[in-house]
């Protein structure tokens, strides 16, 4: 990393006038993408027309359904943009309540911890990009954006690994990042992913213990990238396994609301392209998709469960309510979590 780029670092570090440091999430976001535009993968079919396909979703939501797709347009982006666009989308949430503890020895964070929270985001957003096909691959759905941002080459990797009807295939994943895009209204599903980064955020902090610090006295921006960043050394997975259970039910929710569309003759290539158990390739998040995977069998038989039985809360019910996510036990027996909820069991 060039020197220009440690002070840039060590600048936005001292720029920490809002609840988040995005600028910084944004620098760490290139840093971990500055390999991935090297190797972008092209669909060779001139057949497939991404505006074209993304007109007819639009269309039909418009015809059936009351709400639109909330989405006026659809661009093509690489990793790096894809995670800035991942960024600015995650921005309409309230990030005031985030807290990530105190240094060692009970230092106060300050305003480094805007640059700290900065950080985190940053290494999602990379994580995101660099790995997956989009929102629904693991059932994110914190943004909202006016632009269906497609994360180029892992969708169209995505999308070569079948033989399937391409055009059939091309609109099963635009379809599922639409609703995925359209849950980011519900702000029960952030507040996870919050409660999720505030984990991995004191762990960073108590890695901590026994180190000579004072950030607020730190000059040397590459001290500051070794203590804080984690560029190099911070396992982003982790952020995601203290929520593996409700990202399999937002998985889920996204699936199920996919198919409500009646876009394709043969919905069963949603369980196509979502199904796991076919990466794209090896990856950081291997296992985490391994995990994922084992729980999807569950968490469609908890769908199930939920259509048979007569209860008193919707989906979307569910969504608004953090309290009513289903826990991982709960989803393998969902019996407990109608108890739980004060559903009556079938």
Known sequence: MSEDIFSQFFNLFNNNDSEVNWELSKQINKHLNKDSEKN????????????????????????????????????????????????????????????IGDLPGGMQLGNIQSSIIGMQLGNLAGMVSKNMWGLSHFGIILPQSKTLAINKSKYFARIDQFEADLNQLALSLIALESVALSLGRYSAPFVKIIESLEIASKEMMSGLQGMEIDPANMTNPQEILNNF?????????????????????YRGVIMSKAKELNLIQDDSTFDL?????????????????????????????????????????????????????????????PIAWAARTSLPPI
Do not use: C
């Open 273 to 333: 392209v979502m199904d796991l158990s076919f990466p794209i390739e090896q990856s950081p998040l291997s296992d985490f998709e391994a995990g994922i995977n084992e729980l999807d069998e569950s968490t469609t038989l908890f769908f199930e469960f939920l259509i048979n039985s007569s209860n008193e809360f919707t989906i979307d019910d569910i969504l608004s309510d953090k309290n009513l996510i289903p826990s991982r036990d709960e989803i393998e027996d």
């Open 229 to 249: 960043s984690g560029i190099e050394g911070f396992d982003p997975s982790k952020i995601l396994e203290e929520i593996i259970a409700p990202l399999s039910f």
């Open 40 to 99: 972008l993968f092209e669909l060779s079919n001139e057949e497939l027309n991404l505006e074209e396909l993304f007109r007819y979703l639009e269309l039909n939501i418009e015809n059936n359904f009351e709400q639109n797709t909330q989405q006026s347009s659809i661009q093509l982006l690489g990793p790096s943009e894809y995670g800035d666009w991942f960024l600015d989308s995650i921005q309409h949430f309230d990030f005031s309540n985030f807290s």
